[in-house]
Every structure is written in C-alpha cells, then in structure tokens.
C-alpha cells in the first residue's frame, strides 16, 4: 500500500481532476479506470489516489475511503469509446447519484474527444439535456476543464499511482 503522503497534491480541484483522468487514461483506454480525490486538511492540498479498474468497460466501482486528516472531496474515472455501449460524453445516472449522495463533485474523462468533464452538484444540473439514442433519459456533460491527448493503444490495464 502506497502512502497517502506520496501520492501526488495540487493547488486546485481542477489540477487534480485533469491529473486523476491523464493517469485513469493511462491505466487503459479500454476499462473504466478511476479513483478519488481528497483534500489535506493541513494545508489544503488536492490529493490523488492511487487508480483502479474493475475491467469493465461501462462500469467501476468507487472505494470512498479517506484517511484521517484528510475529507472526500471529489472522484474521477473514465468513459473509455464504445459509443455502442454508453453516451460516452454524458455522466451516467450512477456517476451523477453517486455525486449527490457523497457531496463530491465529479471528474469524467470522454476517451473518444479526450475531454475532461467536471460535475458540481452546486453549480450545474444533473439532467439538463437529452441523452442522444436513450428516448426519455437526461443527463448532463458538466462542464468541459481540460483535455487529454488521445494515443495510447496497449490493451493491458497499468494500476496504481
């Protein structure tokens, strides 16, 4: 297990957040990859954890655990591009519920545009739009903060770190 106080620390959420989907992206372009982000209660930093897989392509189940001196502010994963499973670019109605029962905001990598979403539940709506090809389900895209480079073809998952 590595320590909490090695793993990498950034100013803002949105740092954290980009970095959280570079490294899920790294993990693997075909698995849902992701992890969680926590803020140091000493001196305010962003913390990364360490990304995982369940090697599914459409789903990933979230370790909430926080250490002491640290609080859950927010998680991250990836929708990797298999249009024909899931809206690649919308939150699922999981990731969206997830982030309203846990009161985190929500960071969701598009590995078929290479966007970084950000979902807030103070600040933007969880169903304001249709979902193309899913007649009566809303979801929302959040809103776009950042963007990874889309190259990487190895079909082996890399987690951790």
Do not use: W
């Not at 698995?31 to 459409?58: A, N």
């Not at 699922?92 to 979403?117: K, R, W, Y």
């Amino acid at each position: 297990m590595i320590p909490v106080e090695a793993l990498p620390a950034f100013d803002t959420l949105q740092e954290a957040g980009v970095y959280g989907i570079v490294r899920s992206y790294l993990c693997s372009p075909y698995y849902e990859c992701g992890g969680i982000i926590i803020r140091r209660l000493g001196d305010g930093k962003y913390v990364v954890g360490p990304v995982h897989t369940d090697y599914s392509g459409d789903s990933l189940e979230q370790d909430h655990h926080v250490p002491p001196g640290y609080v859950l502010v927010a998680d991250f994963h990836t929708h990797p591009c298999l249009p024909q499973s899931h809206s690649v670019s919308y939150f699922s109605p999981q990731d969206i519920s997830g982030n309203l029962a846990e009161h985190t905001i929500g960071f969701m990598g598009d590995l078929c545009s290479g966007d970084v979403h950000e979902f807030d539940p103070l600040k933007d709506r969880p169903a304001d739009e249709p979902v193309p090809g899913t007649p009566g389900i809303y979801s929302t895209r959040g809103r776009v903060i950042g963007h990874v480079q889309i190259t990487r073809v190895s079909l082996e998952a890399d987690q951790g770190v």
